[in-house]
T-cell receptor
Framework: KAGVTQTPRYLIKTRGQQVTLSCSPI?????VSWYQQTPGQGLQFLFE???????NKGNFPGRFSGRQFSNSRSEMNVSTLELGDSALYLC????????????FGPGTRLTVL | EDQVTQSPEALRLQEGESSSLNCSYT??????LFWYRQDPGKGPEFLFT???AGEEKEKERLKATLTKKESFLHITAPKPEDSATYLC???????????FGTGTSLTVIP
């Protein structure tokens, strides 16, 4: 079974630009969660989508948004990029069933200059 | 407020020197506690899920245990390839959000 894939793997943007990151979950998984990972803060939860609906949202500004498609693939968008948005963005997929395990992709490394 | 604290932040062990990593948590109704391993530049790799106090799980040199307030990840006779950051996360019954600790960076010296 293929794992979680994220594209692109690396991205360099400048302040003020916007960016879209993509995540394809494991086949059969309907839950997709997004996290921001920085050296100082660790993994911070951004939001979770399940069956195309945002089910949970973390404490991030409205510049961070996401969506999920009918095939469970998800995209995350960050508008008006700031230097502090430089981070590893991780996507995790799960069945959201009784065992509730999450499996992570390799991440997208975003650098904002 | 739900939160997770991991200690120590960093740990250096000689090959074969067993030790334990700690994950203490406060959550309103634990749905599950999860351990992950993360290598530099990669996404976290799932290791274990624990659901109730007293539960234990093992995988090779790793053993995870759970009490009502904390979890331990015991590493027996570690090898250099066990070097990584180990992350702990909890999920409450009240929602689907996972709360992560900041991790323990483990270095095993040959």
């Amino acid at each position: 079974k293929a794992g979680v894939t994220q594209t692109p793997r690396y991205l360099i943007k400048t302040r003020g630009q916007q960016v879209t990151l993509s995540c394809s979950p494991i086949s059969g998984h309907r839950s997709v969660s997004w996290y921001q990972q920085t050296p100082g803060q660790g993994l911070q939860f951004l939001f979770e989508y399940f069956s195309e609906t945002q089910r949970n949202k973390g404490n991030f500004p409205g510049r961070f948004s996401g969506r999920q498609f009918s095939n469970s693939r998800s995209e995350m968008n960050v508008s008006t990029l700031e230097l502090g948005d430089s981070a590893l963005y991780l996507c995790a997929s799960g069945t959201s069933g009784s065992n509730n395990e999450q499996f992570f992709g390799p991440g997208t490394r975003l650098t904002v200059l | 407020e739900d939160q997770v604290t991991q200690s120590p932040e960093a740990l250096r062990l000689q090959e074969g020197e067993s030790s334990s990593l700690n994950c203490s948590y406060t959550v309103s109704g634990l749905r599950g506690l999860f351990w992950y391993r993360q290598d530099p530049g990669k996404g976290p790799e799932f290791l274990f899920t624990l659901y109730s106090a007293g539960e234990e799980k093992e995988k090779e040199r790793l053993k995870a245990t759970l009490t009502k307030k904390e979890s331990f990840l015991h590493i027996t006779a570690p090898k250099p390839e066990d070097s990584a950051t180990y992350l702990c996360a909890v999920q409450a019954h009240s929602g689907n959000q996972f709360y992560f600790g900041t991790g323990t960076s483990l270095t095993v010296i040959p």
